[in-house]
């Protein structure tokens, strides 16, 4: 029997689509959560908390490869570390990990938690492999709602994004992670780079609202950071094919202005 995989995150946007393909490529899957699961063909859940480190061991037992999804607002650096030390005491052969594109390069206290989760990756002692994505489709889309409940939406200037679709980041992570361990591979992003605005004015065509817009200006370094593109995937990075365009046709909830 092919040896167990552990995913964190495996129930959430990107999770969802690699669960099925490893599973598909012959894998038992364990999924990491902090609340259990019902269990399905080849699939079972675990739990154990990633920010304090409790039964993280014991969601080990076994595995010889972890494909580490999870991740939030804070608290990225802390869970990658409390998971690189337990996979290290449970000789773990491969530590995969997602990221984001310009980690390295976007002054803000949440890329740096991404920065430092890609750290404590690296200096884990455990073989690694670290992939960078671009914001998935399904990400922007929220973005998008939210910021069209106000009846005055602000626009930042300047700041560009590359929309990824979820399945494509998803097969990708699986290749990497039925692979060996290859370290920083280069950046997955979309097909096109839009604007924050040309991305509202689809959003707003496609829902049928109108919003009032106000333009504002991101200060500091981040602002700075953001308008140089700092936030993009880098020169060679790959590319998705599904296109944020045909996304939002599929997915955005029609209906009157509003």
């Excluded at 599973?23 to 899957?29: D, E, K, L």
Aim: aromatic letters at 2%; a positive charge; hydrophobic letters at 45%.
């Amino acid at each position: 029997m092919n040896a167990h995989i552990l995913v964190t995150g495996g129930t959430g946007t990107i999770g969802r689509h690699v669960v099925p393909l490893l599973r598909a490529a012959g894998h038992p899957v364990r999924v990491l959560t902090r609340r259990g699961g019902l269990p399905g063909d080849g699939v079972t859940h675990v739990t154990a908390d990633l920010l304090t480190g409790a039964d993280l061991d014991r969601a080990l037992r076994g595995v010889s490869t972890v494909l580490h999804l999870a991740g939030g607002a804070k608290g990225d650096d802390r869970a990658a570390a409390n998971l690189t030390r337990a996979a290290r005491r449970s000789a773990v052969t491969h530590l995969v990990h997602i990221s984001v594109t310009g980690a390295d390069r976007v002054p803000l206290a949440w890329t740096r938690s991404k920065l430092d989760a890609e750290r404590a990756v690296a200096d884990s002692g455990v073989p690694w492999t670290v992939l960078r994505a671009a914001q998935v489709h399904d990400l922007v889309l929220s973005m998008l709602a939210a910021m069209t409940r106000l009846p005055v939406v602000p626009v930042p200037g300047g700041l560009r994004l590359q929309p990824v679709d979820a399945a494509e980041v998803a097969a990708r992570l699986a290749e990497l992670t039925l692979g060996a361990p290859a370290g920083l591979v280069p950046d997955l992003a979309g097909p096109d780079t839009y604007g924050i605005g040309d991305l509202l004015t689809g959003y707003l065509a496609a829902t049928g609202k109108r919003r009032a817009r106000l333009p504002v200006r991101i200060p500091g370094r981040a602002g700075r950071a953001y308008r140089d593109g700092a936030n993009l995937a880098r020169p060679g990075a790959a590319r998705g094919v599904r296109t944020w365009a045909g996304f939002l046709a599929e997915r955005a909830p029609s209906g009157r202005a509003a």
